[in-house]
């Protein structure tokens, strides 16, 4: 889950991290009173779920209170790359000496958390990471220790010559690790960390992305959620609970079980095919779950053909039968359908698909075969 750059910046602010004063408004005379309350030049910016907002238009300088309420009414319902602009973040604006990078993530191959510094701030570190690597320093976390005081201090040091911003850098280093490790994070980034014209250091910018499986342990995270930035399809599915991740193929993917699902999306792809989803119905049994599952794939525009594996363990190959009929009987589908399901109750199920026009497959390539040519080949004869 993402968090907005105003709500980074509130806990940053908690654990100590210097960031300027800040206020959210929704609409342009809002902007205006707050920045007439910081008084002198502010920096309106676009709240969305994405970075580049800088480069996209959706940050901006405004001299005076007239001028923010100007800049906030461009901003406000601006479209950056697909997300539509609902709040700005009104902050005193700063002189910036320099930029540079900070950031962790989760590093699946070292399976540590590693820190990323660089001098190189204020433009996308996928960016330098792919034209300049050697300007990232980067410091695995070992977590059995955390991050150690030596750690930091060295990173500082490779972004700032001068002591006392290296001292204040390192703080700021800890700093954000805490954050990271206390909230469940998968990411947390400043970019740009600045350098004032004072001398001061400063996070002008604040990422998060918390990883979804903490969100149980985190219900004050979970109230941050801003699901007007979050694909419908997995806001429904989430309310359903199901596991769906929205992805950019055409072949819609119903499996049960992970493992399964992931094994589909190869197979989609081995033969040719893009999955245009990912998703777990779950092992427990009930209609209900098809239903919503099959209202979320078919609801997305680019789904071509949909294809449901089902291997009837705990989950009842007769229930998924009855809920394709039930979910089709109240809305027709309109693209066509390759159902391969083995196992529990198979007999019963194939009979209620027959039953119901619908012709059932046990062979798992055929099937995902049979779904990738009718994706491709654009039929829409419902199979
Ligand atoms: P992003 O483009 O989505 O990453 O948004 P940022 O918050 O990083 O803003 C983009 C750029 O705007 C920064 O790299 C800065 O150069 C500039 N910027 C942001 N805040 C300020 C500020 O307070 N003062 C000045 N002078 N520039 C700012
Ligand atoms: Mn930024």
């Given at each position: 889950?993402n968090l907005h750059?105003?709500q980074?910046?509130?806990i940053?602010r908690?654990?100590?991290?210097?960031?300027?004063?800040?206020?959210v408004?929704s609409?342009p005379?809002e902007?205006?009173?707050i920045?007439?309350?910081y008084?002198g030049?502010?920096v309106v910016?676009a709240q969305v779920?994405?970075?580049g907002r800088?480069?996209?238009g959706g940050?901006?300088?405004a001299k005076t209170a007239?001028?923010?309420?100007?800049?906030a009414?461009?901003?406000?319902?601006m479209n950056?790359k697909?997300?539509?602009?609902a709040?700005v973040?009104v902050t005193?604006a700063?002189d910036i000496?320099?930029?540079?990078?900070?950031?962790?993530?989760?590093?699946?191959?070292s399976k540590?958390?590693v820190?990323?510094?660089?001098?190189?701030?204020?433009?996308?570190i996928?960016?330098v990471?792919?034209?300049?690597?050697e300007?990232i320093?980067?410091?695995?976390?070992?977590?059995?220790?955390?991050l150690?005081?030596?750690e930091?201090?060295?990173?500082?040091?490779?972004?700032?010559?001068d002591?006392?911003?290296a001292k204040a850098a390192?703080?700021?280093?800890r700093q954000?690790?805490g954050v990271?490790?206390?909230?469940?994070?998968?990411?947390v980034?400043i970019n740009?960390?600045?350098?004032?014209?004072?001398?001061e250091?400063?996070a002008?910018?604040?990422k998060?992305?918390?990883?979804d499986?903490e969100l149980?342990?985190?219900?004050e995270?979970e109230?941050?959620?801003?699901k007007?930035?979050?694909?419908?399809?997995e806001?429904?599915?989430?309310?359903?609970?199901?596991t769906?991740i929205k992805?950019?193929?055409?072949?819609g993917c119903?499996?049960n079980?992970a493992g399964?699902?992931?094994?589909t999306?190869?197979?989609?792809?081995y033969?040719?095919?893009?999955?245009?989803n990912f998703?777990?119905?779950?092992g427990?049994?009930?209609?209900q779950?098809?239903?919503?599952?099959?209202r979320?794939?078919a609801?997305d525009?680019n789904v071509r053909?949909?294809?449901f594996?089902?291997f009837?363990g705990?989950?009842r190959?007769?229930?998924?039968a009855?809920?394709i009929?039930?979910a089709?009987s109240q809305n027709?589908l309109?693209?066509?359908v390759?159902?391969r399901?083995?196992g529990?109750?198979?007999?019963?199920?194939?009979a209620?698909?027959k039953?119901?026009?619908?012709a059932?497959m046990?062979?798992?390539?055929?099937?995902?075969?049979?779904a990738?040519a009718?994706?491709t080949g654009?039929g829409?004869?419902?199979?």
């Amino acid at each position: 889950m993402n968090l907005h750059e105003y709500q980074a910046k509130d806990i940053f602010r908690r654990f100590g991290i210097p960031v300027p004063p800040g206020e959210v408004a929704s609409t342009p005379e809002e902007a205006e009173q707050i920045a007439r309350r910081y008084g002198g030049t502010v920096v309106v910016k676009a709240q969305v779920h994405t970075g580049g907002r800088g480069k996209a238009g959706g940050v901006k300088l405004a001299k005076t209170a007239a001028e923010a309420r100007d800049v906030a009414s461009r901003i406000l319902g601006m479209n950056i790359k697909g997300l539509v602009v609902a709040k700005v973040l009104v902050t005193p604006a700063v002189d910036i000496a320099t930029e540079a990078y900070l950031g962790i993530i989760i590093d699946r191959e070292s399976k540590r958390a590693v820190v990323m510094a660089s001098a190189a701030g204020g433009i996308d570190i996928e960016e330098v990471a792919a034209t300049a690597p050697e300007k990232i320093v980067k410091l695995p976390v070992d977590p059995r220790y955390g991050l150690l005081p030596f750690e930091s201090t060295r990173l500082a040091f490779a972004l700032y010559g001068d002591p006392r911003q290296a001292k204040a850098a390192a703080a700021i280093v800890r700093q954000l690790y805490g954050v990271f490790a206390a909230n469940g994070a998968s990411l947390v980034e400043i970019n740009p960390l600045v350098v004032t014209a004072g001398g001061e250091l400063a996070a002008l910018d604040g990422k998060m992305v918390i990883d979804d499986n903490e969100l149980d342990r985190h219900p004050e995270l979970e109230a941050l959620r801003d699901k007007s930035e979050e694909a419908a399809s997995e806001v429904a599915a989430r309310e359903a609970n199901l596991t769906f991740i929205k992805l950019d193929g055409n072949v819609g993917c119903v499996v049960n079980g992970a493992g399964l699902a992931m094994a589909t999306m190869d197979l989609v792809k081995y033969y040719g095919g893009q999955p245009a989803n990912f998703l777990d119905i779950g092992g427990s049994s009930s209609p209900q779950k098809v239903i919503n599952a099959l209202r979320i794939i078919a609801a997305d525009p680019n789904v071509r053909a949909i294809l449901f594996n089902i291997f009837g363990g705990i989950t009842r190959t007769d229930d998924v039968a009855n809920g394709i009929v039930a979910a089709t009987s109240q809305n027709p589908l309109t693209v066509p359908v390759v159902i391969r399901l083995t196992g529990t109750n198979e007999e019963i199920a194939v009979a209620i698909l027959k039953e119901h026009g619908y012709a059932a497959m046990t062979d798992m390539d055929e099937a995902v075969k049979r779904a990738v040519a009718l994706a491709t080949g654009g039929g829409s004869k419902v199979a």
